[in-house]
T-cell receptor, first 112, second 118 residues
Framework: GQQLNQSPQSMFIQEGEDVSMNCTSS?????WLWYKQDPGEGPVLLIA?????ELTSNGRLTAQFGITRKDSFLNISASIPSDVGIYFC????????????FGTGTRLQVTL | GAVVSQHPSRVICKSGTSVKIECRSL??????MFWYRQFPKQSLMLMAT?????????EQGVEKDKFLINHASLTLSTLTVTSAHPEDSSFYIC??????????????FGEGSRLTVL
């Protein structure tokens, strides 16, 4: 199936640093979502974006829905050890009963 | 918040046997549930859409006779991996949407079920 391309694939950062990751698609989505997955668990929703150009924050997390509807980015400010995990973007079109197409994932590791 | 529970969380079986995985929405009703598969260090790939009271819709390349899906009630969907083989070993994750939330309501994911076929 189709996948969204995320970059970077993985990153090591120091505690306190800001993090930025993005997600691009060859096709348009009406909804963009960002999830975090810890090892051996299901993904947990971080932020949902419903309008092109929308910028939304959730605590230290900020995400934007690209104007072209083909991309999105997620920023994490002042990273902490519990930010470790895999971050997935996902695209959805409500007309398809909310099936999600997931990105390739960005693995975040934080060093103290 | 809404909870989706999967059972079992881990299962090990012999090659050739069938395994059933349950996905339950604990405090909401879901007319649609989704089944995903995730190989190690890879993304989630949608396998099928489970519709309450009707047949599941499978994604291209997913064998419907191999992965049987039953959505018998508004709170339960099951995935049965029939005649499992080692290549079926994977992490299977379901998700469900509260039907009261409408088309933009949040999708909730289960905690996943890790299948290992020996």
């Amino acid at each position: 199936g189709q996948q969204l391309n995320q970059s970077p694939q993985s990153m090591f950062i120091q505690e306190g640093e800001d993090v930025s990751m993005n997600c691009t698609s060859s096709s348009i989505f009406n909804t963009w979502l960002w999830y975090k997955q810890d090892p051996g668990e299901g993904p947990v929703l971080l932020i949902a974006l419903y309008k092109a150009g929308e910028l939304t924050s959730n605590g230290r997390l900020t995400a934007q829905f690209g104007i072209t509807r083909k991309d999105s980015f997620l920023n994490i400010s002042a990273s902490i050890p519990s930010d470790v995990g895999i971050y997935f973007c996902a695209g959805s079109n409500t007309g398809t009963a909310s099936k999600l197409t997931f990105g390739t994932g960005t693995r975040l590791q934080v060093t103290l | 918040g809404a909870v989706v529970s999967q059972h079992p969380s881990r299962v090990i079986c012999k090659s050739g046997t069938s395994v059933k995985i349950e996905c339950r929405s604990l405090d909401f009703q879901a007319t649609t549930m989704f089944w995903y598969r995730q190989f190690p260090k890879q993304s989630l790939m949608l396998m099928a859409t489970s519709n309450e009271g009707s047949k599941a819709t499978y994604e291209q390349g997913v064998e419907k006779d191999k992965f049987l899906i039953n959505h018998a009630s508004l709170t339960l969907s099951t995935l049965t991996v029939t005649s499992a083989h080692p290549e079926d070993s994977s992490f299977y994750i379901c998700s469900a949407r509260d039907r009261a939330g409408g088309p933009t309501g949040e999708l909730f994911f289960g905690e996943g079920s890790r299948l290992t076929v020996l």
